[in-house]
Structures are given as C-alpha cells and as structure tokens.
C-alpha cells in the first residue's frame, strides 16, 4: 500500500466521520460532472413494483408482503346487489369474504449505471368464505360439483342455505423479471423504461376436495406467459418527492393449461412523499387500476354454484388511495436498511359481473441495497 494511497483513506475517513448527515442519511452518486444525492428515506410507496433503479455494480435484496381484503354486500358493476337478485341470476352462493396475501422476493443487480435487472418470485394465498343464499339448498348438495356445460349441481359446491363454508388454496405464484433502462437521472427528474416477463411458474390445477377447480382467482398462477412493460417518472425537491407510472400486463396466450385466461391489466400510480425527520418519509397515493375478465373456460371439472366460478365475474376498475411510511433503520451505511408500510381504500369500483368488492389492502417492505 503506498503512502499516498494511506493519506487519501485516512482523509476519506476523516471526512465521514465529520459528515454524519450523508454518511448515514445519503446515498451519493455522480452523474458526469454533477453529484446526486438522494435521502434513503424518500422512497416511494411499499406497495410499488419497477419503481427506483441503481447504480453500476449495486445489488439490492428486498421481502415484500401485500394483503388485500374483499367482502360485504356483492356488486354489479358500481351498485350493490341482494342475494335474491343473485339467486335470481342462477347462483346459489356468493362471496361473502375473501382474503389474498402475497410474499415477493426482490433481488435487483445493475450491471453498469444504465441498466437495472430484476427477479421476482411470489407464493400467493387466497382463502374464500361463501354464504348460502338458495332457500332450497338445505345442506343436501354440498358434495356436488357442477360440471363445464351444464348446470345439474346448481347447488353445487354451495354451503346450505344462511350458512358459510371457507377454503383456501395456496402456492408459488409466477415469476416477474425485469430489466428497467434509464432515461434520466438527476436531482429533479428521473426517468426509466421497464420490460417484464411474467414467468408461469404457479399452478393454475388446484381442486377442491370433491375433485373439482377452484374458482378461478384462487389459483396461485396465471399459467401464461405474459409482458408487462412500464414507464417511470419521479423527481426530488428539497424534502418533497413525487412519482407517474404507467403499466400494462398483456397476457400473451390465449388460454393456459387449465383451459382459461386472466385479462389484460392497466394501472396508472401517482405518488408524492414528504422526509418528515431524518429517518422518516411519508408518502401518498393514488392509482387508477383496470383488468379484462377471464377469457376462455376450465377443461376440467368445476362449478358453477357461485359468480366466482363463472368468468365473466372477474376483473373491473378500481381508483386507490394509499397512504404509508418509510424508516430507514439505524444502521447500514449509507444505504441502510428500510422498512415501508402501505395500508389503502377503494375509492370508486366498478367490477364485471358480480363480484364482492374490495375493502382495503397493504403493503409491508423490508429492502437492503449493497455496493
């Protein structure tokens, strides 16, 4: 090691240790001849995929934990709709809760200042309550199964009238790699351009017990290959932040290998964040969320008891709004460890067919960026 090569590490340590503030609360980088800095905690939202890029030769690793929560009085398009009218359209149960959560695991790398990629791997659970709402179903049908075709199990997989039965089906979920190119970085704007692949590696043959599909929305994958590109614009201003993206997910098949197909889905976000204290970031957002309905049909045995087994019942328009906090923890260097929570409501729903709608959602983020 040469002398001056000791001086310099010794005059970089100094100069540190006499800057806690970018130390510990700045990542620093330097786009041609002008520094960024960028405060750890002005990140946006827990809930956001494709949001950020990273510097040449950073790795990041991050766990994320999303629930959503749907249940209450079942609606046609943006109105509520009573059971009778449900019975009446040839169901003889419906929704009355359902909860999905979903684990994702983020492990980004850039290989120069340019290029950030990505892999994603989800497992997914989704657990349904049904309510009996057929005054002639008094427990005798619920070993049926309705079969593709015909409507002889009406009952079906149906709980007996007033009555509730949960099930729940679980299991990876498929894959998301990405690869996001920048388009600008400085201080007041950011810009990048995002292309992901939907890999199909969650099932999409889950049965019930009696041998029959789940409902639809309850298999763990999409069974398709799908595309998903994205653009992403965000800036910085003193301790304000804000964010636009644009997505959407264009199923590439027609059908999987179950017999069926989910619909295209667009979503446009919005966001802004404020650094409330050195560690702290809280951050606002909205989103406006549109998906197709199911296309094709299942190829194997399944019900037709409840709207959740019928395609049509799928998909629809949602307006969010969330809300939701970034810490970066004490500890880590300059790019410390963060944790992000999101918790948001429905505005305005507006569902295909008949559906229970959503109630509210969540986000929990935990990240850790390495140079």
């Given at each position: 090691m040469?002398?001056?090569f000791?001086?310099g590490?010794?005059?970089?340590?100094?100069?540190?240790?006499?800057?806690?503030?970018i130390?510990?609360?700045e990542?620093v980088?330097?786009?041609?001849?002008?520094i960024?800095?960028?405060?750890?905690?002005?990140?946006?939202?827990?809930?956001?995929?494709?949001?950020?890029?990273?510097?040449?030769g950073?790795?990041?690793?991050?766990?994320?934990y999303?629930?959503?929560?749907?249940?209450?009085?079942?609606?046609?398009?943006t109105?509520?709709?009573?059971?009778?009218?449900?019975?009446?359209?040839?169901?003889?149960?419906r929704?009355?809760s359902?909860?999905m959560?979903?684990?994702m695991?983020d492990?980004?790398y850039?290989?120069?200042d340019?290029?950030t990629?990505?892999?994603?791997p989800?497992?997914m659970?989704?657990?349904?309550?049904?309510?009996g709402?057929?005054?002639a179903?008094?427990?005798?049908?619920m070993?049926?199964?309705?079969?593709?075709g015909?409507?002889?199990?009406?009952?079906?997989?149906?709980p007996?009238?007033?009555?509730?039965?949960?099930h729940a089906?679980e299991?990876?979920?498929?894959?998301?790699?990405?690869a996001?190119?920048?388009?600008?970085?400085?201080p007041?704007?950011?810009?990048?351009?995002?292309?992901?692949?939907?890999?199909?590696?969650g099932?999409?043959?889950l049965?019930?017990?009696?041998g029959?599909?789940?409902?639809?929305g309850?298999?763990?994958?999409?069974?398709?290959?799908?595309?998903?590109?994205?653009?992403?614009?965000?800036?910085?201003?003193?301790?304000?932040?804000?964010?636009?993206?644009?997505?959407y997910?264009w199923?590439?098949?027609?059908?999987?290998a179950?017999?069926f197909?989910?619909?295209?889905?667009?979503?446009?976000?919005?966001?802004?964040?404020?650094?409330?204290a050195?560690?702290?970031?809280?951050?606002?957002?909205?989103s406006?969320?549109?998906?197709?309905?199911?296309?094709?049909?299942y190829?194997?045995?399944?019900?037709h008891?409840?709207p959740?087994?019928r395609?049509a019942?799928?998909g629809?328009?949602r307006?969010y709004?969330?809300?939701?906090?970034?810490?970066?923890?004490?500890?880590?260097g300059?790019d410390?460890?963060?944790?992000?929570?999101?918790?948001?409501?429905?505005?305005?729903?507006?569902l295909?067919?008949?559906?229970?709608?959503?109630?509210?959602?969540?986000?929990?983020?935990?990240?850790?960026a390495f140079?």
């Amino acid at each position: 090691m040469t002398t001056a090569f000791r001086a310099g590490s010794a005059l970089l340590a100094i100069t540190l240790c006499s800057q806690p503030a970018i130390a510990q609360d700045e990542a620093v980088t330097i786009e041609g001849d002008e520094i960024v800095v960028t405060p750890v905690s002005l990140h946006p939202a827990a809930g956001l995929m494709n949001e950020h890029t990273h510097d040449g030769g950073e790795v990041m690793i991050g766990l994320r934990y999303a629930r959503t929560r749907s249940g209450g009085t079942n609606v046609r398009g943006t109105k509520e709709i009573s059971d009778a009218e449900i019975l009446a359209a040839g169901y003889a149960s419906r929704t009355s809760s359902m909860t999905m959560e979903m684990v994702m695991l983020d492990l980004m790398y850039a290989p120069d200042d340019r290029l950030t990629l990505m892999v994603m791997p989800h497992w997914m659970r989704h657990e349904m309550t049904m309510l009996g709402i057929d005054p002639a179903n008094t427990g005798g049908g619920m070993h049926g199964g309705g079969m593709h075709g015909g409507m002889a199990g009406h009952h079906g997989h149906s709980p007996a009238f007033g009555e509730t039965m949960t099930h729940a089906a679980e299991g990876f979920s498929d894959t998301l790699v990405s690869a996001s190119y920048r388009l600008a970085h400085s201080p007041a704007l950011k810009a990048h351009a995002t292309l992901g692949v939907w890999v199909p590696t969650g099932r999409v043959d889950l049965q019930n017990h009696d041998g029959t599909f789940v409902h639809y929305g309850m298999q763990p994958g999409s069974g398709s290959w799908d595309l998903e590109p994205s653009l992403t614009v965000s800036g910085q201003s003193g301790e304000m932040g804000w964010g636009l993206q644009a997505s959407y997910r264009w199923r590439l098949e027609e059908e999987n290998a179950s017999g069926f197909a989910f619909g295209d889905r667009f979503a446009l976000r919005g966001w802004a964040s404020w650094r409330a204290a050195r560690d702290v970031s809280l951050t606002g957002r909205l989103s406006f969320e549109s998906e197709g309905p199911v296309t094709g049909h299942y190829n194997g045995p399944h019900n037709h008891s409840a709207p959740a087994d019928r395609q049509a019942n799928y998909g629809g328009e949602r307006i969010y709004a969330d809300i939701g906090i970034n810490y970066a923890l004490p500890f880590g260097g300059p790019d410390r460890p963060q944790i992000g929570l999101e918790a948001g409501v429905p505005l305005y729903q507006d569902l295909n067919g008949i559906q229970a709608p959503d109630q509210w959602r969540m986000a929990l983020s935990l990240t850790k960026a390495f140079r």
